[in-house]
């Protein structure tokens, strides 16, 4: 057969390759670029298992060398495998991938004890309404320590069975303990001139002030049994009993009128 002169060919190149042979050489060349790049030491597939040859522990491959699975590791299976397992990673554990919040050390500071205080209960002689004063007492707070305060539901304490009856104010300034008095789970008004808070530096008081909001009065309808009795609609007001029925007793005589006297006997 003349090697030299079929189509493609050169003379004295020794002919065209076959697809094998051209195979076999693009694996060759990957081989040669992955070895100057790749680290298999560093490679966590890379596994030589007790038989002599080379595993790829993330496609569940078999290599016979270095080589093979290096040039395994350019070609397509293998980077689509990567690609998955990077994607099942990122979903799996999406607060790895943000940056971790600095971390701020809460100060300690030696507990001294309980403040005193004083608390006044207050009535509005206009409408009733109720309200609570409360004076703190911090006469050895540390400087620049403002004292603070806040509403817990009785289901954040853990002292007391929680009853939705009540509800704790709570009051903390450094170095004092932090002390909670227990009020009425009602509806406090925030507006303007009947919830404010007042801290003296001069006196080391702290004054705080609320008012319960007023809640309506309802009245309960009569039952409905009544208007039956009575022979009246709902609605109607029911009539109250006759004047000379009340409790039995004749009514007194209008003014400028004599009673009649009894017929003799």
Same mark, same amino acid.
């Given at each position: 057969?003349?090697?030299?002169? %079929?189509? $493609?060919?050169?003379?004295?190149?020794?002919?065209?390759?076959?697809?094998?042979?051209?195979?076999?050489?693009?694996?060759?060349r990957l081989r040669q670029l992955a070895l100057e790049t790749?680290? &298999? @030491?560093?490679?966590?597939?890379?596994?030589?298992?007790?038989? $002599?040859?080379?595993?790829?522990?993330?496609? &569940?491959? =078999?290599?016979? @060398?270095?080589?093979?699975? &290096?040039?395994?590791?350019?070609?397509?299976?293998?980077?689509?495998?990567?690609?998955?397992?990077?994607?099942?990673?990122?979903?799996?554990?999406?607060?790895?991938?943000?940056?971790?919040? !600095?971390?701020?050390?809460?100060?300690?500071?030696?507990?001294?004890?309980? /403040?005193?205080? %004083?608390?006044?209960?207050?009535?509005? !002689?206009?409408?009733?309404?109720?309200?609570?004063?409360?004076?703190?007492?911090?006469?050895?707070?540390?400087?620049?320590?403002? /004292? %603070?305060?806040?509403?817990?539901?009785?289901?954040?304490?853990?002292?007391?069975? !929680?009853?939705?009856?009540?509800?704790y104010l709570l009051f903390a300034a450094e170095p004092y303990?932090?002390?909670? #008095?227990?009020?009425?789970?009602?509806?406090?008004?925030?507006?303007? $001139?009947?919830?404010?808070?007042?801290?003296?530096?001069?006196?080391?008081?702290? #004054?705080?002030?609320?008012?319960?909001?007023?809640?309506?009065?309802?009245?309960?309808?009569?039952?409905?049994?009544?208007?039956?009795?009575?022979?009246?609609?709902?609605?109607?007001?029911? !009539?109250?009993?006759? %004047?000379?029925?009340? @409790?039995?007793?004749?009514?007194?005589?209008?003014?400028?009128? =004599?009673?009649?006297? /009894?017929?003799?006997?």
């Amino acid at each position: 057969m003349d090697f030299q002169n %079929r189509a $493609g060919g050169k003379t004295g190149s020794g002919g065209v390759a076959s697809w094998s042979e051209t195979n076999r050489d693009r694996k060759e060349r990957l081989r040669q670029l992955a070895l100057e790049t790749i680290d &298999l @030491n560093k490679d966590p597939y890379f596994m030589k298992n007790h038989l $002599g040859s080379y595993e790829c522990k993330l496609c &569940l491959t =078999l290599h016979n @060398n270095e080589g093979s699975y &290096l040039a395994h590791t350019q070609g397509k299976k293998h980077q689509e495998n990567l690609a998955r397992r990077a994607a099942k990673e990122a979903k799996e554990a999406p607060s790895m991938m943000a940056p971790e919040k !600095p971390r701020v050390e809460p100060k300690k500071f030696v507990k001294i004890g309980r /403040p005193g205080y %004083r608390v006044t209960k207050q009535r509005d !002689p206009s409408n009733g309404q109720q309200s609570l004063l409360f004076q703190i007492d911090y006469p050895e707070i540390t400087e620049g320590i403002i /004292p %603070r305060h806040r509403f817990m539901s009785a289901y954040e304490q853990k002292i007391e069975p !929680p009853d939705r009856k009540w509800q704790y104010l709570l009051f903390a300034a450094e170095p004092y303990e932090t002390i909670g #008095f227990k009020v009425p789970s009602r509806e406090v008004e925030k507006t303007e $001139g009947k919830f404010w808070t007042h801290w003296n530096r001069d006196t080391k008081q702290f #004054f705080l002030q609320f008012s319960f909001k007023l809640e309506p009065k309802i009245i309960p309808p009569p039952p409905p049994n009544l208007h039956r009795a009575l022979g009246t609609a709902p609605g109607f007001p029911i !009539p109250g009993p006759p %004047r000379h029925m009340f @409790n039995g007793v004749p009514p007194p005589p209008p003014m400028g009128v =004599l009673p009649v006297p /009894p017929p003799p006997m």
